[in-house]
């Protein structure tokens, strides 16, 4: 079975294709960012990307992201390695406490800001329910969330 992760071909054993895609990327692929919370697609600590949707690598088969472009927290910034808005403003801002949904927050968040520009308090709100902060930083993670939509459309931090 192939995948293509982060704009690169992996060729995976086909016996694998019945197990989650998080364990693919993580132990057969090294890719560790997506993490392990709840293994039921209720905290979002998964969040990856198939063809700019976000969905919960826990619970999504290997087989159903075959043919179709996985994005992981590894390869949302350029190919230069330049990191994504969001990442940047993640660091600049502490958002993170633990860290450990951190991944899933961004991920879900760089899905928003595609179809979302300028996302309200309350589309943010309604984009990132599903991902779980046990920390609280959801008042951090809302202003980072400002700032990179404030960069990507041209204008200042918030």
């Known amino acids: 079975m192939k995948l293509t992760i982060n704009g690169k071909e992996h060729t995976v054993a086909d016996s694998e294709s019945a197990t ?3 364990w693919v990327l993580r132990d057969h ?3 560790v960012g997506a993490k392990y919370g709840c ?3 209720q905290c ?3 969040t990856v990307h198939l063809n700019g949707t976000p969905v919960r690598s826990c619970v999504t088969p290997a087989a159903a992201a075959a043919g179709k472009a996985i994005t992981t927290i ?3 910034g350029n190919a230069k ?8 403003v993640w660091i600049e801002q502490d958002v993170a406490q633990c860290g450990y949904c951190q991944a899933g927050q961004i991920m ?3 899905a928003l800001l595609k179809q979302n520009p300028k996302p ?4 943010i709100d309604s984009a990132l329910s599903g991902n779980l902060c046990r920390c609280g930083t959801y008042i951090r993670i809302r202003k980072a969330i400002h700032t990179a939509a404030a960069r990507l459309n041209g204008g200042t931090a918030v």
Do not use: F, I, K, N
């Open 44 to 46: 979002g600590a998964c």
């Open 108 to 110: 879900s968040a760089a």
């Open 39 to 41: 293994g039921v697609a």
């Open 81 to 88: 390695g330049q990191l994504h808005v969001l990442q940047e």
């Open 120 to 123: 309200t308090d309350a589309d």
């Open 29 to 31: 692929l090294g890719l």
């Open 74 to 76: 590894e390869g949302l």
């Open 20 to 22: 989650p895609l998080l």
